[in-house]
């Protein structure tokens, strides 16, 4: 329904004879001209009018003579939006629907529900890349935190994920989670890059060995994760959590839990027989029930380079180190250390001159 005559003529021709689709000239904040578009049979009206006070009308109209279960109104100002929404209508405002055509023009590659849930970025689909890092691995692998994989459409068939499913390149998969969070996992799973210390967790942890962490490594802890972040907000502060001693074993569930991406931790010595790896450390047992990047905090920053020793042993810390080199924009050194075959042995050295 349009007042104006040549408009209404216009939608007329461009729908064609094929689309049956009623196109009336008449006002709409008029009760004769609702009940000639025939507005008691309908059972969903949008509002689109260009002029809030219309559009109030038209809603109150629609409300209290024909009781329309469905009704969507769009605003000019934002101030209207209360007194609109008072009629029942579900509103939004056109600069808010300009915004996200716009990003959806930019960004086509993740795309966010804005009718589904709260509608703020907590559910998203994207699109895996052939040249993506998850393509291959399972979902089990990634180790799903501050998200869960709610769907993955492949081929034009759903399938439901479970623990076991492997993600293949063109998957378009949905992503739900913190909407603060879900940004880089999306990242992540479209291109297989992503900030650090996605994708292992959102957050950064301190870490004291029986007591409180010391001030360093929180401060150190805290300019990581302003760095990676890009954010100078004072409320990025990085979690604390005391190793009470005798229930290490509960570490790696807490850190599951906070959704750790990184662990800080302070430094620690060894006596000889540690180092010659005769005795364990407070620093080794946490390290290996972490199971999570550790950054042992030296107060060398802000750091200047990032160096890799490649071993084939654990190849995703090249990939953790990348992480890291992308975040902070810092030069990156690789290095390939070929130990004496005598105290490596020779298929050993073979395999990681291969690799």
């Known amino acids: 329904i349009d007042k104006d005559a040549e ?159 492997v993600f293949e390149a063109e998957d378009r998969v949905v992503l739900i989670g913190d909407p603060v969070v879900l940004p880089r996992v999306a990242a992540y799973f479209r291109s297989g890059f992503s900030n650090f210390p996605m994708p292992y967790g959102s957050q950064f942890m301190t870490l004291g060995y029986g007591e409180k962490p010391p001030i360093e490594v929180e401060t150190e802890a805290v300019w990581l994760a302003k760095s990676v972040k890009d954010d100078d907000k004072a409320d990025i502060e990085p979690l604390a959590w005391q190793v009470p001693g005798k229930k290490q074993s509960d570490l790696h569930k807490i850190l599951e839990e906070n959704d750790c991406g990184c662990l800080v931790v302070p430094s620690a010595s060894f006596n000889i027989w540690q180092t010659m790896g005769l005795l364990n450390c407070k620093l080794m047992e946490l390290l290996n029930k972490a199971n999570r990047p550790c950054l042992v905090a030296r107060g060398s920053f802000p750091y200047k380079r990032i160096v890799h020793v490649v071993t084939p042993e654990h190849p995703r810390s090249l990939e953790l180190a990348l992480g890291l080199v992308r975040s902070l924009g810092l030069p990156f050194i690789c290095l390939a250390v070929k130990p004496e075959e005598m105290v490596a042995g020779e298929e050993q050295n073979k395999e990681l001159q291969n690799s």
């Open 7 to 165: 408009v209404t003529e216009q939608y007329r021709q461009s729908l064609g004879e094929n689309i049956d689709v009623e196109v009336l000239c008449g006002d709409v904040s008029s009760l004769l001209v609702l009940r000639r578009a025939k507005a008691n049979e309908v059972k969903m009206a949008v509002a689109v009018l260009g002029d809030d006070e219309a559009t109030e009308i038209f809603c109150n109209l629609m409300q209290k003579e024909f009781a329309i279960p469905f009704l969507y109104a769009q605003v000019i100002s934002e101030e209207k939006a209360p007194i609109i929404k008072k009629t029942g209508a579900e509103v939004s405002c056109r600069s808010s629907v300009m915004a996200s055509v716009m990003l959806a023009q930019i960004d086509s590659s993740r795309k966010i529900a804005e009718n589904i849930g709260l509608g703020i970025g907590e559910i998203s689909e994207v699109k895996i890349l052939p040249h993506s890092a998850v393509i291959g691995r399972s979902l089990m692998q990634l180790h799903p935190q501050a998200y869960l994989v709610g769907a993955i459409y492949r081929g034009g068939k759903l399938v439901v994920p479970h623990g076991n499913t």
